[in-house]
T-cell receptor, first 115, second 108 residues
Framework: KQEVTQIPAALSVPEGENLVLNCSFTDSAIYNLQWFRQDPGKGLTSLLLIQSSQREQTSGRLNASLDKSSGRSTLYIAASQPGDSATYLC??????????????FGSGTQLTVLP | NAGVTQTPKFRVLKTGQSMTLLCAQDMNHEYMYWYRQDPGMGLRLIHYSVGEGTTAKGEVPDGYNVSRLKKQNFLLGLESAAPSQTSVYFCASGHEQYFGPGTRLTVT
């Protein structure tokens, strides 16, 4: 059974700092990996989706990398801002036949960026 | 274009009561999902649907039923609520998982 782990559970950094959030998964047979952001009391918003054949994806100040063989992904946030404060979750979709290819989520890293 | 909407936003139930949560999407997605989110446990898939008239079990389906009579709507039912079903429930649609705002349910 796929397990997704995100460490640390919480992280606090001063504004302007570059930071890395980590995600590890136990089964490397994945179809893709997705990073989400969740603001308090809100739903999830997709940030980046990396296909299994890709090594990284970039969107603005965000860069996500994928090392399938070692079961790891990182989300790099450049020049962090207080508005980046949120919980970041990663999720993996398995590579197997059948419909839906259900996502398995990590429990998230709660990021606080201090002004 | 409202995306994914959920009703109600909040609900308090007594043990044994029943209720239905409604999810609606206007993006013409085939796939729809129901998740629950509990502290420290991430999101867990309850049920999902790959198209109108179809449903399938996810990771934690016990105590829940679903229906997808129309493509745009996905209903989650609790026939006899239990305190263990206290959670935040999220609906999502599409392969890239567009999420609704959630329903916070408390069962006393």
């Amino acid at each position: 059974k796929q397990e997704v782990t995100q460490i640390p559970a919480a992280l606090s950094v001063p504004e302007g700092e570059n930071l890395v959030l980590n995600c590890s998964f136990t089964d490397s047979a994945i179809y893709n990996l997705q990073w989400f952001r969740q603001d308090p009391g809100k739903g999830l918003t997709s940030l980046l989706l990396i296909q299994s054949s890709q090594r990284e994806q970039t969107s603005g100040r965000l860069n996500a990398s994928l090392d399938k063989s070692s079961g790891r992904s990182t989300l790099y946030i450049a020049a962090s801002q207080p508005g980046d404060s949120a919980t970041y979750l990663c999720a993996v979709r398995p590579w197997r036949s059948g419909s839906a290819r259900q996502l398995t989520f990590g429990s998230g890293t709660q990021l606080t960026v201090l002004p | 274009n409202a995306g994914v909407t959920q009703t109600p936003k909040f609900r308090v139930l007594k043990t044994g009561q029943s209720m239905t949560l409604l999810c609606a999407q206007d993006m013409n997605h085939e796939y729809m999902y129901w998740y629950r989110q509990d502290p420290g446990m991430g999101l867990r898939l309850i049920h999902y649907s790959v198209g109108e008239g179809t449903t399938a079990k996810g990771e934690v389906p016990d105590g829940y039923n679903v229906s997808r009579l129309k493509k745009q709507n996905f209903l989650l039912g609790l026939e006899s609520a239990a305190p263990s079903q206290t959670s935040v429930y999220f609906c999502a649609s599409g392969h890239e998982q567009y999420f609704g705002p959630g329903t916070r349910l408390t069962v006393t």
